[in-house]
């Protein structure tokens, strides 16, 4: 059996069931045109053969790193075939089968830390939520000139990526605006080292926020890490499993892990003064340095979005409680929380927000244990490059 082409053709049956699960595929287009030919399938039917590549990993003569990555990768495949056939999976062992990780409840503790460091850092009178609304509002991107922002922060990022990392040639990234998406940005590769990134204009764009919304979709985050190893390990490695990048598998938490490192993967400590800088020359008043610290302040915050999905499809928590615990701890309006409540409460993406939240976190502990002296950048490029997953990310914590 050609385990490889079979996980692929796995893969692709997966999308007929749940439009989107493919987020990328560049391989032979005969294989998906196969797979358009055949009867819808089964879930029961994924799940077997799944289990049945699991079964022949030990024996299929592949070199370490890519059973590795093929047992975590069909793992998580057969886990999703049993909840599309209605299965009762709980929600901590769904993230665990998809992402590698388990998850727990966050602390509240910490999120009122964060609150008061926050509440330190604001200024005006009023309560936390007030200033913190109001201090957002001075920070918003006019609409009329988010395409126009999107695309000078791309190339400032783009030409940081081009000389730390390297780009291949001819790579490009095309950007959209569009509405009615339960995402703030979203990569679309289209191979042959080509994205379409699109930038959902329903709620408003933070200046601050901006930068890292760009460096995760494109420079350094998913559309370099794509067309990285679409050149090595599909290119000059000849490893097709690459081909096809899937909804819910431990991949996503390190393509997210690292996307979300962006900006300190690039511009680092002072990433504030930077975008300062960047919106002077746009005519557009930002303060870096504030930002900055506000960043740092609210850090950890962002676990009380896993909280909400556990409260949710955990705890039986309703609707409206989600909400309320939204915008109690992250302290947002009633519209942006209802936003993220439509994105836990997606069928496909209901799981997905560990991979951010868990994602970062893992990856972060494990580039601030780089060996000393080794820059940052060294240590990145392998999340760029190699088919790392999360537990091999872990047992190299460890040792």
């Not at 081009?162 to 703030?184: A, F, H, K, N």
């Not at 302040?297 to 909400?323: M, N, P, T, W, Y």
């Not at 993406?349 to 580039?367: F, I, M, N, P, Q």
Request: aromatic share 8%.
């Amino acid at each position: 059996m050609d385990v490889v082409r079979e996980y692929v053709l796995l893969g692709l049956r997966f999308d007929r069931l749940s439009e989107g699960f493919v987020d990328a595929y560049t391989g032979d287009p005969a294989l998906r045109r196969q797979v358009d030919d055949e009867p819808r399938p089964l879930p029961a039917a994924l799940g077997a053969q799944a289990r049945s590549l699991l079964a022949e990993l030990p024996a299929s003569g592949l070199a370490a790193d890519r059973v590795d990555f093929l047992r975590a990768q069909l793992t998580g495949l057969e886990c999703s075939a049993r909840k599309l056939a209605g299965d009762d999976v709980s929600f901590v062992d769904e993230v665990e089968a998809y992402f590698g990780v388990r998850i727990s409840l966050g602390d509240p503790a910490d999120y009122a830390a964060a609150h008061a460091r926050l509440d330190a850092l604001l200024p005006g009178s009023g309560d936390l939520a007030t200033r913190y609304a109001a201090y957002r509002a001075t920070d918003e991107c006019p609409p009329e000139r988010l395409e126009a922002i999107v695309r000078e922060l791309s190339g400032a990022l783009r030409e940081r990526v081009r000389t730390g990392y390297g780009l291949p040639e001819g790579e490009t990234v095309e950007y959209q605006i569009v509405t009615d998406q339960p995402w703030s940005g979203f990569n679309y590769y289209l191979g042959g080292m080509r994205s379409r990134v699109a930038i959902n204009a329903d709620l408003p764009h933070r200046l601050s926020q901006l930068p890292h919304l760009v460096a995760h979709e494109s420079y350094p985050g998913h559309h370099t890490e794509h067309c990285r190893k679409e050149r090595g390990l599909v290119g000059a490695g000849g490893r097709l499993e690459h081909t096809v990048f899937l909804v819910n598998t431990p991949e996503c938490l390190v393509a997210e892990g690292l996307a979300d490192l962006g900006i300190p993967a690039t511009v680092g400590a002072g990433w504030g003064p930077w975008a300062q800088e960047l919106y002077a020359d746009l005519r557009l008043p930002f303060d870096g340095h504030l930002a900055e610290q506000v960043s740092v302040a609210v850090h950890g915050l962002d676990r009380a979005r896993q909280d909400a999905a556990l409260l949710l499809h955990d705890r039986g928590r309703s609707a409206d409680e989600v909400v309320e615990f939204l915008r109690r701890w992250m302290l947002v309006p009633e519209k942006r929380a209802r936003q993220s409540l439509r994105f836990l409460s997606h069928p496909l993406w209901r799981a997905y927000t560990s991979t951010y939240v868990e994602g970062y976190r893992l990856l972060s502990d494990w580039l601030a244990a780089r060996p000393a002296g080794q820059p940052v950048g060294e240590r990145f490029v392998r999340l760029l490059d190699e088919p790392l997953t999360p537990s091999r990310l872990t047992a190299e914590l460890a040792a």
